[in-house]
């Protein structure tokens, strides 16, 4: 996913000061990506969605947190500050659109590409003009969504492991009502 790991997360949980919100983002129906489409897009959903977390603004920064799960930690901001950049993310995730091609088509679409290059090259050698583009297959359409629950430091929940354990379960509160959500 291009993201800092868990082990990265738990370094910065370590040096934290007094204020700070943390985010759980759990990838929704991941499992019938695989199952529907195999890993080959099952890792391309999972970069799509770290991609797209990456791009937080308000000084926040997402980790790849294991499977299909990431976080996103918010120093120095306060749930209510987080909390509109969270919803950014969760459309973000929700409007970009994911391609998916068969295996046929992939091969066949990586023929055209290798004709097209060695016509190309030829065309160019001849000082001709390059080959019109190529069509491609139609390509099913996939929207992707994520689920996320956040949590803040308060005088209660001083710990970064019982904020992330409150960002859990308000992220599996937002999957129990009805995924694509942000819920706290």
């Given at each position: 996913?291009?993201?800092?790991?868990?082990?990265?997360?738990?370094?910065?949980?370590?040096?934290?000061?007094?204020?700070?919100?943390?985010?759980m983002?759990?990838?929704?129906?991941f499992?019938?990506?695989?199952?529907?489409?195999?890993?080959?897009?099952?890792?391309?959903?999972?970069?799509?969605v770290g991609?797209?977390?990456?791009?937080?603004?308000?000084?926040?920064?997402?980790?790849?947190?294991?499977?299909?799960?990431?976080?996103?930690?918010?120093?120095?901001?306060?749930?209510?500050?987080?909390?509109?950049?969270?919803?950014?993310?969760?459309?973000?995730?929700?409007?970009?659109?994911?391609?998916?091609?068969?295996?046929?088509?992939?091969?066949?679409?990586?023929?055209?590409n290798?004709?097209?290059?060695?016509?190309?090259?030829?065309?160019?050698?001849?000082?001709?003009?390059?080959?019109?583009?190529?069509?491609?297959?139609?390509?099913e359409?996939?929207?992707?969504?994520?689920?996320?629950g956040?949590?803040?430091?308060?005088?209660?929940?001083?710990?970064?492991?019982?904020?992330?354990?409150?960002?859990?379960e308000?992220?599996?509160?937002?999957?129990g009502a009805g995924?694509?959500?942000v819920?706290?």
């Amino acid at each position: 996913t291009g993201l800092p790991s868990r082990r990265a997360l738990q370094e910065k949980l370590v040096a934290l000061g007094p204020a700070y919100t943390i985010a759980m983002v759990d990838v929704d129906h991941f499992k019938k990506f695989n199952d529907t489409h195999g890993h080959d897009i099952g890792d391309q959903v999972l970069k799509m969605v770290g991609a797209r977390l990456a791009e937080v603004d308000g000084d926040g920064k997402a980790f790849r947190y294991g499977g299909e799960e990431f976080a996103v930690l918010f120093p120095d901001k306060k749930l209510e500050e987080a909390l509109p950049r969270l919803e950014t993310l969760r459309q973000n995730s929700e409007n970009y659109k994911v391609s998916v091609r068969s295996e046929k088509q992939r091969r066949s679409e990586a023929r055209r590409n290798n004709d097209r290059r060695r016509k190309t090259r030829f065309a160019l050698t001849l000082d001709q003009p390059a080959a019109a583009p190529l069509r491609t297959n139609r390509a099913e359409m996939l929207s992707v969504t994520v689920s996320i629950g956040a949590a803040q430091r308060t005088e209660l929940l001083e710990a970064p492991e019982a904020v992330i354990r409150l960002a859990d379960e308000a992220l599996y509160r937002a999957k129990g009502a009805g995924r694509n959500r942000v819920n706290i």
